[in-house]
């Protein structure tokens, strides 16, 4: 496993580098329409990098594709991989970007990489072997009382009974917590969380491969992740909630 995340590392790491050639920070895309054309170019480059990196390292690995399966992550072991994490902030000169590559196996993260080009951050986790930040050990917070926690979300696009839904929930985490954001790409605020920064995030319709990169690094670094019955979370549940252990019930409580 060493040798893979290494290879892993190393994809991300050249992707990245990619990414960061084209980054202007003055750029300001004229209309949702110019915005996609360059997301789409900046995804499709970057995601062959990393493809053309990673091929033959870890034979039987499949490379789930969205578009294909829809949201699914089929039973068996997949690459899930985001070239441009945060696309629409690269497009936008914002520094919140990345690339995010995930090795999942049934349903479950072994193995994720997230590497954030601006500030020379790497995130690495493989099960059981705790979270890393630029190789030293990410832990999560020790807060016991949601009454001074920093709470995040990271609902993008999504249904109108979604959207509802989750102005319910803001406001009655607002009611508890010390402040509520929401933020996108999703595996931003899990960083956060798995450094100790962020207290507790939830997300309905968890946006893949953010969830299965920030969910790894969180849970190995001590955060609780479960669904919002507080059951077991995989890739392919509908809804995912992580926290600090001393904050976990609480805050599914309150979204409940």
Same mark, same amino acid.
């Given at each position: 496993?060493?040798?893979?995340?290494? &290879?892993?590392?190393?994809?991300?790491?050249? &992707?990245?580098?990619?990414?960061?050639?084209?980054?202007?920070?003055?750029?300001?895309?004229? *209309?949702?329409?110019?915005?996609?054309?360059?997301?789409?170019?900046?995804?499709?480059?970057?995601?062959?990098?990393?493809?053309? %990196?990673?091929?033959?390292?870890?034979?039987?690995?499949?490379?789930?594709?969205?578009?294909?399966?829809?949201?699914?992550?089929?039973?068996?072991?997949?690459?899930?991989? *985001?070239?441009?994490?945060?696309?629409?902030?690269?497009?936008?000169?914002?520094?919140?970007?990345?690339?995010?590559?995930?090795?999942?196996?049934?349903?479950?993260?072994?193995?994720?990489?997230?590497?954030?080009?601006?500030?020379?951050?790497?995130?690495?986790?493989?099960?059981?072997?705790? %979270?890393?930040?630029?190789?030293?050990?990410?832990? +999560?917070?020790?807060?016991? *009382?949601?009454?001074?926690?920093?709470?995040?979300?990271?609902?993008?696009?999504?249904?109108? &009974?979604?959207?509802?839904?989750?102005? *319910?929930?803001?406001?009655?985490?607002?009611?508890?917590?010390?402040?509520?954001?929401?933020?996108?790409?999703?595996?931003?605020?899990?960083?956060?969380?798995?450094?100790?920064?962020?207290?507790?995030?939830?997300?309905?319709?968890?946006?893949?491969?953010?969830?299965?990169?920030?969910?790894?690094?969180?849970?190995?670094?001590?955060?609780? +992740?479960?669904?919002?019955?507080?059951?077991?979370?995989?890739?392919?549940?509908?809804?995912?909630?992580?926290?600090?252990?001393?904050?976990? %019930?609480?805050?599914?409580? +309150?979204?409940?």
């Amino acid at each position: 496993m060493t040798n893979v995340l290494t &290879a892993v590392v190393q994809a991300a790491e050249k &992707a990245g580098q990619a990414l960061l050639a084209s980054y202007d920070p003055a750029s300001r895309p004229a *209309d949702r329409a110019a915005m996609y054309a360059l997301g789409t170019r900046l995804e499709a480059a970057s995601t062959a990098i990393v493809r053309e %990196a990673l091929d033959g390292v870890a034979p039987g690995v499949g490379w789930w594709d969205e578009d294909e399966t829809g949201r699914v992550v089929p039973a068996g072991r997949w690459w899930v991989v *985001d070239g441009t994490e945060g696309a629409v902030n690269h497009v936008h000169g914002l520094p919140e970007w990345g690339v995010t590559i995930t090795l999942v196996t049934d349903g479950q993260p072994e193995l994720t990489v997230v590497r954030q080009p601006i500030g020379d951050l790497t995130y690495t986790a493989a099960r059981g072997q705790g %979270a890393h930040l630029n190789g030293q050990p990410l832990r +999560v917070s020790a807060k016991t *009382d949601l009454a001074g926690a920093a709470v995040t979300a990271s609902q993008a696009g999504s249904s109108p &009974a979604v959207y509802a839904r989750f102005a *319910d929930a803001f406001v009655a985490m607002a009611s508890k917590a010390l402040l509520v954001r929401n933020t996108i790409p999703t595996v931003f605020p899990l960083l956060g969380l798995a450094a100790g920064q962020y207290d507790v995030f939830w997300q309905y319709e968890p946006d893949l491969p953010g969830t299965a990169a920030g969910a790894l690094l969180a849970g190995e670094a001590g955060a609780i +992740v479960t669904d919002l019955a507080g059951a077991s979370w995989d890739v392919n549940s509908a809804d995912i909630l992580v926290a600090a252990p001393g904050l976990h %019930a609480a805050a599914l409580e +309150v979204l409940k």
